[in-house]
C-alpha cells in the first residue's frame, strides 16, 4: 500500500539543446551571431561538469565558424576538426606552460611563443597568418591532460594573452592563476585582436556578464542549480560549504 503523505519525487529541470545549462540558466535567446573570419574549435575535457557556470558552449553559439568537441584526444588537428586543415603551424592553440606574460615584460593582449617559451620574434607576421583557434576546456588539470594527450598540438602556434582585466568571474569561481580566463573572455581578447574587431569582445563579454547575472538571479531561487561557493576559512586554511 503506497504511503499518501510521502513527497512525490521532484519532476528533472529540462536542458537547452544548444548551452546545455538548466533552463533556469539559458541566455541562449540574447546570443548575437558573429561572423568570425578565424576558425575557433573548443576541446572539452569529458569531465568538465561545472554546466552552470561553463561557457564553451555558450561561446561557440556566437560564431559561425565554430566547432566544440568533448573527449580525450584526437589524431590531428584535421580529425579534431572534421574538416581537414593543410598547415597546422597556421592555428594557434592557447599555451598552458609557466610563461607568463607578466613575466615576459610586454604589453600586448596576446603574445605568440617560440619552443622555448619565449616571446617570438615578428609578432605582427605571426599572429597576422593564423587561421585559427585551439581553446582548451576545463579545469586547470583537465586543459593540462588534454595538452598532453593531444601531440599534434606542438605544430599550432604557441599563444598567451595578458589580460588587461581580471576574469569577471569575480568569486563565483576562482581561477588557478592571475591570468586565468575563462573560455568566452578567451575567445573574445583572442578574436578580437587577431581580427582587429573590438566588436567581437564587447559581444562576448555582454553574454557572459548576462550569463553571470542569471546565475546569481537563480542562486536565490533555485540554489541546487545555482550553488554557491564554498568559503574559505583563512584561520584554519580550509574551505567551508554548507552544512548538512
Known amino acids: 500500500m503506497s504511503n499518501p503523505t510521502a513527497a512525490a519525487p521532484a519532476e528533472p529541470i529540462p536542458e537547452c539543446p544548444h548551452c546545455q545549462k538548466p533552463m533556469p540558466l539559458c541566455v541562449c535567446d540574447s546570443v548575437t551571431p558573429i561572423e568570425n573570419r578565424l576558425g575557433l574549435l573548443i576541446l572539452q575535457h569529458p569531465q568538465e561538469q561545472d554546466k552552470g557556470l561553463g561557457t564553451a558552449r555558450l561561446t561557440a553559439q556566437h560564431f559561425a565558424k565554430a566547432t566544440v568537441r568533448v573527449g580525450l584526444s584526437w589524431p590531428s588537428l584535421s580529425k579534431a576538426l572534421g574538416y581537414p586543415v593543410e598547415n597546422a603551424a597556421r592555428w594557434a592553440v592557447l599555451y598552458l606552460g609557466s610563461a607568463r606574460a607578466a613575466d615576459l615584460d610586454s604589453e600586448g593582449e596576446i603574445l605568440a ?4 617559451g619565449e616571446i617570438a620574434e615578428n609578432q605582427r607576421a605571426i599572429l597576422g597568418k593564423l587561421e585559427g583557434v585551439v581553446l582548451l576546456d576545463g579545469t586547470w588539470s583537465q586543459a593540462k591532460a588534454l595538452w598532453w594527450r593531444n601531440p599534434w598540438m606542438l605544430k ?11 576574469s569577471r568571474y569575480g568569486r563565483l569561481r576562482k581561477e588557478p592563476r592571475k591570468d586565468g580566463l575563462s573560455t568566452i573572455e ?4 583572442i578574436l578580437a585582436g587577431l581580427e582587429r574587431r573590438p566588436d567581437i569582445a564587447e559581444t ?4 557572459f556578464e548576462r550569463m553571470l547575472t542569471r546565475y546569481r538571479e537563480v542562486q536565490a531561487e533555485m540554489p541546487e542549480l545555482a550553488p554557491k561557493p564554498p568559503v574559505k576559512d583563512r584561520r584554519r586554511g580550509v ?5 548538512a
Do not use: E, F, M, W
Open 239 to 243: 574551505r567551508r560549504g554548507k552544512r
Open 156 to 166: 599550432c602556434q604557441r599563444v598567451i594573452l595578458n589580460p588587461a582585466h581580471p
Open 204 to 207: 562576448l563579454n555582454a553574454s
Open 186 to 189: 578567451a575567445a573574445a581578447i
Open 113 to 116: 611563443l617560440t619552443r622555448k
